[in-house]
Structures are given as C-alpha cells and as structure tokens.
C-alpha cells in the first residue's frame, strides 16, 4: 500500500471547521484514500473513504486533489468529541495498514 | 446492529498463561480481521480471513500465537504461552468483502505479568 504522510498533531478551536492534510505521492489508480480516527480507548471508527472524486457524509467531507497525491480530510463544525488520532490510509486490497495519524485536540 | 464484539474487554495473566481473546462480526460480514495495538508498534495487522479462510497470516509474531475462525459467527486469537511483550490492545474488525469499509470493536486489553 501506497505510504500516506500526516502532521503528528493539530489543535483546532471549538465550533470552527478542522481541516486534516494528508499526503500520498505515490498512490496508485485503484487505491483509495480511508479516514478513520480513533478516540481513547476505543476502536478504531471509519469515517469515509474516495477514489477520486469529493465525498461527503454526516461526519465530514474528503477532498481529494485532481493529481490524487494528496487529500484533506474536513470536520466542518468540530466539538470536543471531535478530540482522536485521525488516519489517513490508501488502500489497494482487503487490508489496511495503519500509520501514525494526527493527533487533532479540540479546544474549547 | 450491535457492531463487533469482542470479549473481554480486559484480560490479566501471568507469563506462560495460555489466553484466548474473542471476536462476534458484524452479521452478513465475510471477511474478519485481527490487529494489535501498542505503544511503540502502533496498529499492526496479525492476520485476516475470507469466508472463514485465512487469507494472510504474514502479521502473527511467532508460533505462540492463532487464530481461527469455524464459522461466520466467530474467532478466536489464543496465544499459548503468553509472555509480557504480548501486552497490548488486540482489536478485531470486520467487512463485507469487496474493500467495503472495517468495522472494528472495541478492543481487549491484554496485560500479561
């Protein structure tokens, strides 16, 4: 799998929107790009996923460049629950493989 | 839905113990996965099945450690003897096949002394 490159941490104001970078150079063009976070001491909880085109759900949006080396996961209005280790993962097959994430912490 | 279920939550033994971790998936899931979870290693992925199959066991440290699946509806991770470097967080998760998302549970915290 095409290796995925994240800030080690980010802090983002209550209520604002928290933008989430994340870098994949050498991703290919049946990967896709996943977003999962991981709140403390739970599992780790899917929050979307895209080939190419933009996605949105109810928890966030992903923006993905045209050249797909890169990708910016949105949180359009964080709260405080928002607080987890976000990963971004380019997936080609069944598995995915874990990073080191971000760590976003909401501020109040 | 109940989501993925995994018992126990917590598990302490003593080194040499043998110990067995569990795993419900999602009902209509086909494909179940189990990851560990530390400190220094992150969340690595031991080993992953299909239809009940282990597809790709390249993950599992060493011989101590299996896993099996005899039927949708169920695994198990053993580790047979534990040692104290096994400590760790053990996560399994589960997926329709097809690269559909994983849907993990929330863990058993295994703390081997």
């Known amino acids: 799998d095409a290796k995925t490159t994240q800030p080690t941490s980010m802090d983002c104001a209550e209520g604002r929107a928290a933008n989430l970078p994340c870098n994949h150079s050498?991703?290919?063009?049946?990967?896709?790009v996943y977003w999962y976070r991981q709140i403390h001491s739970q599992g780790p909880q899917y929050i979307i996923h895209?080939?190419?085109n933009n996605e949105t759900n109810e928890m966030a949006s992903l923006i993905i460049t045209e050249d797909r080396k890169s990708s910016t996961l949105i949180l359009p209005h964080a709260t405080l629950r928002d607080t987890a280790v976000y990963y971004c993962?380019?997936?080609?097959?069944?598995?995915?493989?874990f990073g080191t994430g971000t760590r976003l912490t909401i501020i109040p | 839905d109940a989501g993925v279920i995994q018992s126990p939550r917590h598990e302490v033994t003593e080194m040499g113990q043998e110990v067995t971790l569990r795993c419900k998936p999602i009902?209509?899931?086909?494909?179940l996965f189990w990851y560990r979870q530390t400190m220094m290693r992150g969340l690595e992925l031991l080993i992953y099945?299909?239809?009940?199959?282990?597809?790709?066991d390249s993950g599992m440290p060493e011989d101590r450690f299996s896993a099996k699946m005899p039927n949708a509806s169920f695994s198990t991770l053993k580790i047979q003897p534990s040692e104290p470097r096994d400590s760790a967080v053990y996560f399994c998760?589960?997926?329709?096949?097809?690269?559909?998302?994983?849907?993990f549970g929330n863990g058993t915290r295994l703390t081997v002394t």
């Open positions: 998760a589960s997926s329709s096949m097809g690269g559909s998302p994983l849907h």
């Open positions: 050498t991703i290919s063009g049946n990967e896709y």
């Open positions: 895209g080939l190419k």
């Open positions: 993962i380019v997936r080609r097959n069944e598995k995915l493989t």
């Open positions: 009902s209509g899931h086909n494909s």
């Open positions: 099945f299909n239809n009940n199959v282990p597809i790709d």
